[in-house]
T-cell receptor, first 120, second 118 residues
Framework: AQTVTQSQPEMSVQEAETVTLSCTYD???????LFWYKQPPSRQMILVIR??????QNATENRFSVNFQKAAKSFSLKISDSQLGDTAMYFC?????????????????FGAGTILRVKS | NAGVTQTPKFQVLKTGQSMTLQCAQD?????MSWYRQDPGMGLRLIHY???????DQGEVPNGYNVSRSTTEDFPLRLLSAAPSQTSVYFC?????????????????FGQGTRLTVV
């Protein structure tokens, strides 16, 4: 079974600064996806960034980038130029890539989450 | 663009009552699932479906029932509510992950239902 660990329950950062959220995972799978989801106070789950395990290049989406270390099973999220709107709970999640059409591969395994507060 | 619609947004139940959380998606996704979110535990999978007429249990299925009679709808039933079922519930839908090595996948979530059982 896969597990996802987010060791930072809460973090804070000053507006315009950079912050890194940590995530480690445990799996015996070789092909999988990793995600960071953002959950603002509205409770909506919003996909921030996605990484496919077979891709060595780290994913980036505007101010968000990841540091994917497959051998170390680490998947950290870096937020540059932090904005007040980045204040939210952030979840790291794992999804394995299945080979069978009828196996449900879209099960997400989530970490416990990190509350990020951006201060002005 | 409706996406995934969950109702109700809030609900208070008495212990022993039953109710159904509704979930509908308009993206023609084959996969649908229900998660519950509890403090310090992230989201955990309750039940899931790979298509109409096919459902299976996730990590925490006890006390819940599901059915999938259409592609669009995936209701979650609480048979006899207990205080331990106080939580925030999310419905999600997605398409199957491509079997080749390229392509993306993403789960789309509803806005959640905050359920309190007293």
């Amino acid at each position: 079974a896969q597990t996802v660990t987010q060791s930072q329950p809460e973090m804070s950062v000053q507006e315009a600064e950079t912050v890194t959220l940590s995530c480690t995972y445990d799996t015996s799978e070789n092909n999988y996806y990793l995600f960071w989801y953002k959950q603002p106070p509205s409770r909506q789950m919003i996909l921030v960034i996605r990484q496919e395990a077979y891709k060595q290049q780290n994913a980036t989406e505007n101010r968000f980038s990841v540091n994917f270390q497959k051998a170390a099973k680490s998947f950290s999220l870096k937020i540059s130029d932090s904005q007040l709107g980045d204040t939210a709970m952030y979840f790291c999640a794992f999804m394995k890539h299945v080979l069978s059409r009828w196996e449900y591969g879209n099960k997400l395994v989530f970490g416990a989450g990190t509350i990020l507060r951006v201060k002005s | 663009n409706a996406g995934v619609t969950q109702t109700p947004k809030f609900q208070v139940l008495k212990t022993g009552q039953s109710m159904t959380l509704q979930c509908a998606q308009d993206m023609n996704h084959e996969y649908m699932s229900w998660y519950r979110q509890d403090p310090g535990m992230g989201l955990r999978l309750i039940h899931y479906s790979v298509g109409a007429g096919i459902t299976d249990q996730g990590e925490v299925p006890n006390g819940y029932n599901v059915s999938r009679s259409t592609t669009e709808d995936f209701p979650l039933r609480l048979l006899s509510a207990a205080p331990s079922q106080t939580s925030v519930y999310f419905c999600a839908s997605s398409q199957p992950i491509p079997l080749n090595r390229t392509g993306n996948t993403e789960a789309f979530f509803g806005q959640g239902t905050r359920l309190t059982v007293v």
